[in-house]
């Protein structure tokens, strides 16, 4: 049972463009969201996150968008660059039985930003 | 700068061998975790740990047990490595009660079981 889905495996742009990654959850409990890039050969590097309190964050030229009542977040990247081409991968935070937390990630896009 | 550093990069073993991965931060964080990516199915949470000595399982426990006998340091454990735990192993750690719950990820480790 796939609590966050990225439904687009690969996703495909020009430089200077607008990107836009896709993530579905159905865990109406989740209340916190990020996003995650990685490079091939290297672990993921957090770049964005979103509270259910909100429904938009910016820094600089990523924003995430979150629609509770549709339960779907995106993220925008305007404009594209080439070193923009990643896995990008969507989490959700939950807790856990011990009282901490963990995140739910997606299975990720491959995003191509060709020059 | 936070950082997190996994044992190895790289890494081949035989089948019914016994593997550690290690893990270490120097974050003083309370969380870390264990991951496994393979192609098309993204970040699965193999364990977890959110204090010394304590441990919850992730979504694929299976074949592996973890130790965590010093705050910094958690290691994963391979019992008796098959070819289908052949792929990228990724430590992360994160603060406890932290409003982002962002985690920190090391650089992962290949590991190739033949």
């Known amino acids: 049972d796939q609590q966050v889905k990225q439904n687009s495996p690969s996703l495909s742009v020009q430089e200077g463009r607008i990107s836009i990654l896709n993530c579905d959850y159905t865990n109406s409990m989740f209340d916190y969201f990020l996003w995650y890039k990685k490079y091939p050969a290297e672990g993921p590097t957090f770049l964005i996150s979103i509270s259910s309190i909100k429904d938009k964050n910016e820094d600089g030229r990523f924003t995430v968008f979150l629609n509770k009542s549709a339960k779907h977040l995106s993220l925008h990247i305007v404009p594209s660059q080439p070193g923009d081409s990643a896995v990008y991968f969507c989490?959700?935070?939950?807790?856990?039985?011990?009282?901490?937390?963990?995140?739910?990630f997606g299975k990720g896009t491959k995003l191509t930003v060709n020059p | 700068d936070v950082k997190v550093t996994q044992s190895s990069r790289y890494l081949v073993k035989r089948t019914g061998e016994k593997v550690f991965l290690e893990c270490v931060q120097d974050?003083?964080?309370?969380?870390m975790f264990w991951y496994r990516q393979d192609p098309g199915l993204g970040l699965r949470l193999i364990y977890f740990?959110?204090?010394?000595?304590?441990?919850e399982k992730g979504d694929i426990p299976e074949g592996y047990s973890v130790s965590r006998e010093k705050k910094e340091r958690f290691s994963l454990i391979l019992e008796s490595a098959s070819t289908n735990q052949t792929s990228m192993y990724l430590c992360a750690s994160s603060l406890f009660g932290l409003v982002s719950y962002e985690q920190y990820f090391g650089p992962g480790t290949r590991l190739t079981v033949t």
């Open positions: 989490a959700a935070s939950t807790p856990t039985q011990g009282g901490s937390e963990k995140l739910v």
């Open positions: 740990s959110y204090d010394v000595k304590m441990k």
């Open positions: 974050m003083d964080h309370e969380n």
